[in-house]
């Protein structure tokens, strides 16, 4: 039997010149979000099915890879149901279990804990441009903090490494899903229907404000409703007066310190930002999971035509662990989708070791071998990137290829 040779469907091989900027991306994470406090730390890929399965994850709960039991523990009968026959899944996100870490391990970390963490995650989607069943997802997040002044640090961080990844002109929509309520309750839409209500919201960048009112009408939300919820998204401007707006426009349903929290977050960060971008109010903005409590955010970016990473505050999800609430903040990167943008630009990692290569004749004497990898070695020694080859017949052909992988000095070595 021939074995595939291509990899599952919504995996991918990585090449060398694609991983050289992906070690450079993660190398510069680490470096940015060290300069900020964060500490690496690392959970399994694998989780208990019952914390996947926990009403955390929004739609992805719908994505798992599910792993099945394993020897007697696995009992197989026509009434087997699924949760006979799996009990763990591979993570679809990095703050599950994170929280679950935290959960665990509380009393031997600072307090507030500062999280970096970067690892695969999995989940059984439709592959798309940029979009993976197996994908790296970088992750900051801040437990035991309370205040916006996580929220800030989190937005100034990642906004700072996307500047030194050369991105400009992006944005930081930013919202707060208290407000969000405020909005369903102020429409007048019934409580046990707001989850249906922010998922048509969330569709408004791609169908518009009146592709959502004709969607909600369709669902068999009052129209009065619906025209009450059109008035407020037409009046709201992406700033702070639009924030101040809401607040008054909401007054009785909402409480004024989560809207003043958002003023206070998108004013420090426009004051201090070191990075080439905007942030923005957007009343639109809902964010897929379930497990959000306050403030969230997501990165927009006009040459990706899309969200390249996104967060927010998560103060529930450690408390379903340990039945005491914690705040918790976080914020993630899409970096699958900032890696395929740096390729597409044919981006140059910056300060790269210089490459050299020796072009070794096949009858070269072991004296000469040995002199070559002599110098090759004290070359790397200095820091150099030295590569011995055997020479090929087609020398131009090798030459050009070593050119296109970086390599700046080739030296042919011959007998004579």
Known sequence: ???????????????????????????????????????????PCVEHIENLNSKQGGENEKLIFKIMKRGEKLKINENSTEADLADSGLRYDLTLPLSRYYANNAASLPSPFKALQMGNVWRAD??????????????????????????????????TLLGKLDFHNFTIRINDRRILKAVAAYCGFPEDSWDEVFIVLDKMDKIGLDGVAEELEKEGFSKEAVEKCQDLFLTVTPDTDGVRMVREKLDGFLDPAYADGLITIMNSVDAVKTADFKISFDLTLVRGMSYYTGPIFEISMDEYGGSVGG???????????????????????????????????????PDAAARKAYLLEKKLPDEKIRQVIDQAMEERGRGMIVNLL???????????????????????????
């Open 311 to 349: 967060g927010g505050r998560y103060d529930g999800m450690v408390g379903k662990f340990t039945g005491q609430s914690t705040p918790a903040c976080g914020f993630s990167i899409g970096f699958e989708r900032i890696v395929m943008l740096l390729l597409e630009r044919d981006f140059q990692i």
């Open 390 to 416: 055997v020479m090929k017949k087609n020398r131009k052909f090798q030459k050009e290829q070593l050119e296109a992988e970086g390599y700046t000095e080739i030296v042919d070595v011959f007998a004579r």
């Open 126 to 159: 439709r592959p798309q441009r940029g979009r993976f069943r197996q994908f790296m997802q970088c992750d900051i997040d801040i437990l035991g903090e309370a205040s916006n002044l996580a929220e800030i640090e989190l937005i100034l961080a990642t906004t």
């Open 1 to 43: 039997m021939t074995l595939t040779k291509k990899p599952v469907t919504g995996m991918k091989d990585i090449l060398p010149r694609e991983m050289q900027i992906r070690e450079y991306v993660q190398q510069l994470i680490r470096t940015t979000y060290q300069g900020f406090g964060f500490l690496s730390m690392e959970t």
